[in-house]
């Protein structure tokens, strides 16, 4: 995938775990400035105009938001590496607040159920972590039909409210 189109897929992800929960934490934000500024690619991006585009989006139609987010997600050509990098960000942006929801565990598992790697590269990838890792990979019999459950799940226990812009200085 060319790096431009993951890079907003990755901000895209990054949103979207942010906003899993129904709560946008300034330390989720912070979190996501941190991991931007960390990536040459975003140099020249307006963080707080795309986090706000995004929020703007969501907050006229949460539930269409996220499907369209995990269609894209599934229609992605991404490498291992690609999918690791999604995964990374995923985890440290719902572990920014320090608070971790049923919600976000539920909302993580539907964006794994949606990448090729395997549990095996995911726990080998993050080695150093795996304790916290565990709780993100619980077993699941995975089929299409499981997979519309936990997003159907997803969208049942959580409703995302109105959100407010972002600022970010």
Avoid: W
């Avoid at 539930?63 to 269609?71: E, L, M, V």
């Avoid at 490498?79 to 920014?96: G, M």
């Avoid at 080998?124 to 972590?129: C, L, Q, R, V, Y």
């Avoid at 049942?156 to 812009?165: G, M, Q």
Wanted: with cysteine; charged share 30%; hydrophobic share 40%.
């Amino acid at each position: 995938m060319e790096t431009k189109k993951f890079d907003e897929l990755l901000l895209k992800t990054a949103f979207c775990c942010m906003a899993s929960d129904g709560d946008i934490d300034e330390r989720e934000v912070a979190a996501i400035q941190s991991i931007c500024k960390a990536l040459p690619s975003f140099e020249n991006v307006d963080l707080k105009q795309e986090m706000n585009r995004c929020v703007s989006e969501i907050n006229l139609d949460s539930k269409q938001f996220i499907t369209d987010y995990f269609t894209i997600l599934e229609q992605a050509d991404l490498t291992e590496q690609n999918e690791l990098a999604l995964i990374d960000v995923s985890i440290k942006v719902i572990k920014a607040d320090n608070i971790i929801e049923y919600s976000e565990i539920k909302f993580f598992k539907n964006i794994r159920y949606r990448l090729k790697v395997t549990d095996e590269k995911i726990i080998e990838h993050f080695s150093s972590t795996v304790e916290e890792i565990d709780q993100f990979l619980g077993e699941d019999i995975i089929t299409e039909s499981f997979l519309d459950k936990i997003t159907k799940q997803y969208f049942d226990i959580v409703e995302l409210p109105k959100f407010e812009l972002i600022n970010i200085n």
